[in-house]
């Protein structure tokens, strides 16, 4: 799948989104990538899961760790791709944890997988809850990055890197237009 199919293929499951979106960043945009739409068939799902497979340059892990909800199903997938076991980490009292009975052998390589790199919150919370149970983060994997500049400090792969705007409310021609902004991520601020 390379970069032209998945951008038609987001588009035509509706999982690119035009509007006012309030971005986990607390930042405005007008346009969202709602990957669970492009998620949500199966065989899709495998196809980006083997894509990021494929393009990975770094050392082979032994496992797979996403941060919930958004990195459950490509998480899977690329586990799958990879022949490793997955497992994820979900926020309790405001903090990523494993719970479920997960657990993390000491020294264990793991790539965590995400959906949207959109500001690495998510992947360094996840990053450093692996680290504190011993395991080594080897690198970061996402269907779409639009963390601009930005980077996350271990190697990271996306299948689609978007430049999509980003500002703060006070800056938002949608806002000073009167345009009502919808919150569609996950996470609560």
């Known amino acids: 799948m390379n970069e032209t199919e998945l951008k ?102 793991l790539i965590i997988v995400e959906d949207v790199f959109t500001t690495g919150k998510s992947t360094l919370e996840t990053s450093a809850q692996a680290e504190a149970l011993g395991a080594k983060v080897v690198g970061a994997m996402s269907v779409i990055n639009r963390m601009g500049a930005k980077t996350l400090p271990f190697p990271s792969l996306s299948l689609l890197k978007l430049e999509l705007t980003a500002l703060p409310a006070e800056a938002c021609p949608l806002c000073r237009a009167g345009s009502l902004v919808v919150k569609p991520g996950s996470r609560k601020f």
């Not at 405005?28 to 739409?37: E, G, K, T």
């Open 8 to 109: 038609d293929y987001l588009s035509a499951s509706g999982a690119f989104l035009e509007g006012h979106f309030l971005l986990s960043s607390g930042l405005h945009s007008p346009n969202y990538v709602q990957c669970a739409l492009a998620l949500k068939t199966p065989a899709r799902a495998g196809e980006m899961g083997a894509a990021l497979v494929a393009g990975w340059q770094g050392p082979r892990p032994d496992i797979i760790l996403s941060p919930a909800m958004g990195g459950l199903i490509i998480g899977h997938e690329v586990a799958r791709a990879f022949g490793v076991d997955f497992i994820f980490t979900e926020r309790e009292n405001n903090i990523m944890t494993l719970r479920r009975g997960f657990s993390l052998a000491k020294g264990a390589r």
